[in-house]
């Protein structure tokens, strides 16, 4: 019992620390993005309008939080199936 114990402990935690990288990884893309597609867009694309160049930032901005929603989604998801698929076997062991 204490060998499944210190397994769901490992994979919770393992869950954990991917969730942490990929919230990290968004957040810095958060920051930097945005921020990147304002100069370039204003410098190559919009020719100094800073205006549209705000709006590009604006866009991306956007796109990056859809992102981030969209694979939280989909991991919690994952989750609960791999949740329901331990449960359905802890009966099948009990019977």
Do not use: H
């Not at 499944?4 to 990290?24: F, G, M, N, P, Y």
């Not at 939080?65 to 969209?70: D, F, H, S």
């Amino acid at each position: 019992m204490s060998a499944q114990v210190s397994v769901a402990k490992a994979t919770d935690q393992a869950t954990a620390r991917v969730a942490l990288i990929k919230l990290l990884l968004f957040a810095a893309a958060l920051a930097v993005l945005p921020i990147a597609s304002f100069f370039l867009s204003s410098k190559y694309i919009w020719a100094g309008n800073a205006i549209y160049a705000a709006i590009t930032a604006i866009c991306i901005a956007n796109v990056v939080l859809v992102a981030y929603i969209v694979l939280s989604i989909l991991e919690d998801r994952q989750s609960l199936e791999v949740a329901s698929e331990r449960r359905e076997a802890e009966l099948k062991k009990d019977r």
